[in-house]
């Protein structure tokens, strides 16, 4: 083989492989921006199975306590009109406990909606546009104020949430 022969061969297999590093570099350019689209694709998908998982949780808590009204009626009819018994007393006494319990539960529902919210684990404008009035009744509520006692250092996302929001 002659030195020009040889060069020419050498030449040829250089542009061959210059243009197949040429078209690996494109065709890998293309497979990221496939997989980045898929993964952004699964992210979406993940946050919306969580914005599920929370309202899921959210609600089954607040039926539970909307389940618990016409159960504690009765009877604070009758301390209202004075004809509790004892039993009544003992029963009253036991409802209070797993409506505060049922109440804890809805708040505990949203403290770890807020904490998903925080640790990114959800759309945070979706999660604020679909929760920030929900969160500042809650927030604000007579009813409620004495779980949100700062000192106590419970709901401390929801805290945190709702100052976030009000520092906007």
């Excluded at 804890?104 to 684990?121: H, I, P, S």
């Excluded at 779980?147 to 929001?165: D, F, G, H, Q, R």
């Amino acid at each position: 083989m002659s030195s020009d022969s040889y060069n020419l061969y050498s030449l040829g297999v250089s542009i061959i492989a210059l243009l197949l590093s040429i078209y690996t570099f494109i065709k890998s350019r293309q497979d990221v921006k496939v997989a980045q689209q898929n993964a952004n694709e699964a992210l979406k998908l993940q946050h919306g199975a969580i914005e599920l998982q929370i309202r899921t949780g959210i609600t089954s808590a607040r039926n539970t306590i909307n389940n618990m009204t016409p159960i504690l009626s009765p009877f604070l009819a009758k301390k209202k009109s004075g004809s509790l018994t004892n039993e009544d007393e003992y029963a009253l006494e036991l409802l209070y406990k797993a409506y505060d319990s049922c109440v804890e539960d809805l708040l505990n529902q949203y403290d770890e909606a807020c904490q998903k919210y925080l640790d990114g684990k959800v759309d945070k404008m979706m999660f604020k546009e679909t929760y920030i009035n929900e969160i500042k009744n809650i927030m604000s509520s007579p009813d409620l104020f004495s779980y949100y006692n700062i000192s106590a250092k419970k709901y401390k996302a929801t805290l945190t949430v709702c100052n976030e929001w009000e520092q906007e």
